[in-house]
């Protein structure tokens, strides 16, 4: 039977993800301490695993070379940049990860960063809470020009909730993103240039 461990802190506290798992194999291992690994205690913690759901972990030359045993490791979240790809290919592990899978989410969250800002929701609120009722001069996020830097899944999903709004978008990616610029009617321009004429 698959031997697995968990190190996703996230993964880990969560009491539905961790019954499902253990359904299908039992012989799971979660991270129950919420331990942030290093190298060495993250090769402790997946010494004689065969699969691992990862979160924010390295996984380097140095950790596969002394997990030997470990052939598929799971990321738990968004970013693959934390894990050598190529060393992962010469060692034999397979990567499982769904690239995106949150972007409606972290989508969602920067739209309503944008609003508290330009309407003050936060001050209007410690402000009614202590009694005192200022009208301040606040703005919509219509008609805005935003600046998206990276237009991956995330910054995408972005352009086109911000497009209901009317909204101006400018971009910069340092890959080529010409077909998504074209179909989301985005300006493509340098970062210096984004910075300076975003709101």
């Not at 978008?169 to 340092?174: C, G, L």
Request: glycine content about 6%; proline content about 2%; overall charge positive.
């Amino acid at each position: 039977m698959k031997k697995i461990a968990v190190t996703s802190k996230s993964f880990s506290k969560n009491e539905y993800l961790c019954k499902q798992l253990l359904k299908l194999y039992p012989n799971t291992k979660f991270n129950e301490a919420q331990i942030t690994f290093n190298n060495d205690s993250l090769i402790a913690f997946l010494s004689g695993v065969d699969c691992a759901i990862i979160g924010l972990e390295q996984i380097n030359e140095y950790v596969l070379r002394a997990l030997p045993r470990l052939k598929v490791i799971s990321k738990y979240g968004v970013g693959i940049d934390a894990l050598d790809i190529r060393a992962m290919k010469r060692h034999g592990v397979s990567l499982g990860w769904t690239p995106g899978v949150n972007k409606r989410s972290v989508s969602e969250l920067v739209i309503a960063q944008m609003v508290n800002a330009l309407r003050f929701l936060p001050e209007s609120n410690q402000d009614i809470k202590t009694g005192k009722w200022e009208i301040r001069k606040s703005h919509q996020l219509s008609t805005r020009v935003v600046g998206i830097i990276g237009l991956g899944h995330v910054g995408q999903d972005l352009a086109s909730l911000l497009s209901v709004f009317g909204c101006r978008i400018v971009a910069h990616d340092i890959a080529n993103r010409n077909k998504v610029a074209a179909r989301e009617n985005i300006e493509l321009m340098s970062l210096e240039k984004l910075l300076s004429e975003a709101d």
